[in-house]
């Protein structure tokens, strides 16, 4: 019972950040000028944004470090490159207009070189749309007291701790774990706190900097969007819309 109104919360927290964040790309990438997707994928923004608003082939730039991933992008003649977000962006000075990283930042090595690196290459009133796990939640709060790891923290690189660890599952069923890997994608690296966050961002030279938060476990669901513009200090998910 518990853990299916955690995973609930979980549903609901993802769904919302994730509209709201796909709407912000859109609202910047009507605006015109070239956008760039941070971890891309196969390119399902791009499809995406191909529906929605009028996005040319040649104005829709990926950076994928997965080359699977990245082949099968091509073979939907789909522009994404192999790429590292730890290291500089192999692109010019105000570049972009538009530059987004949905679920990116928590798995960097070097997440404040990122960003500094998004400011760099958007050009002047361009704008950096993120999505990422906050680490000061009320949830993880608990869990240290319990002498538990942070659930939006650091994770362990051993399925058995892993495992240990773990009160309950909330992610997709079909989301395998992958802590053991050499090259794992779901491990968290560095992960903010919402204040930290909205303060790097204004240090790192943004001018305008909105954040928004979601899901403030473990309060239900229909209490949860009113409580969430009161306090996205402790919400388990955070948007930024960041505009240089």
């Not at 990116?104 to 796990?133: A, K, M, N, Q, W």
């Not at 993880?140 to 892993?162: F, N, Q, R, V, Y």
């Not at 209490?223 to 955070?238: A, R």
């Amino acid at each position: 019972m518990l853990k299916k109104y955690f995973k609930n919360l979980y549903h609901r927290t993802m769904t919302e950040a994730y509209a709201l964040a796909h709407q912000e790309i859109i609202n910047s990438v009507i605006q015109g000028g070239k956008c760039l997707d941070c971890g891309a994928s196969e390119g399902q923004k791009y499809i995406l944004l191909k529906k929605e608003t009028d996005i040319q082939p040649e104005e829709y730039h990926g950076i994928e470090w997965s080359q699977p991933l990245i082949n099968v992008a091509r073979s939907k003649n789909i522009n994404i490159i192999h790429g590292d977000l730890n290291k500089p962006l192999p692109f010019n000075n105000n570049e972009f207009n538009t530059i987004f990283g949905l679920s990116v930042l928590e798995h960097l090595l070097f997440p404040c070189r990122y960003i500094t690196e998004c400011y760099r290459t958007l050009s002047d009133d361009g704008t950096l749309i993120l999505l990422t796990p906050n680490i000061s939640t009320f949830f993880t709060a608990a869990l240290i007291l319990l002498g538990k790891m942070p659930s939006s923290g650091p994770h362990p690189d051993s399925e058995m701790l892993l495992k240990q660890e773990e009160l309950f599952k909330v992610s997709a069923d079909n989301m395998q774990s992958d802590a053991d890997s050499d090259t794992p994608s779901h491990r968290h690296l560095v992960v903010f706190s919402y204040r930290v966050l909205k303060s790097y961002l204004e240090l790192a030279g943004f001018k305008s900097v909105k954040g928004y938060g979601f899901g403030l476990y473990p309060l239900p669901n229909f209490m949860q969007p009113p409580l969430e513009k009161i306090d996205p200090y402790h919400c388990h998910q955070m948007v930024f819309v960041a505009k240089k």
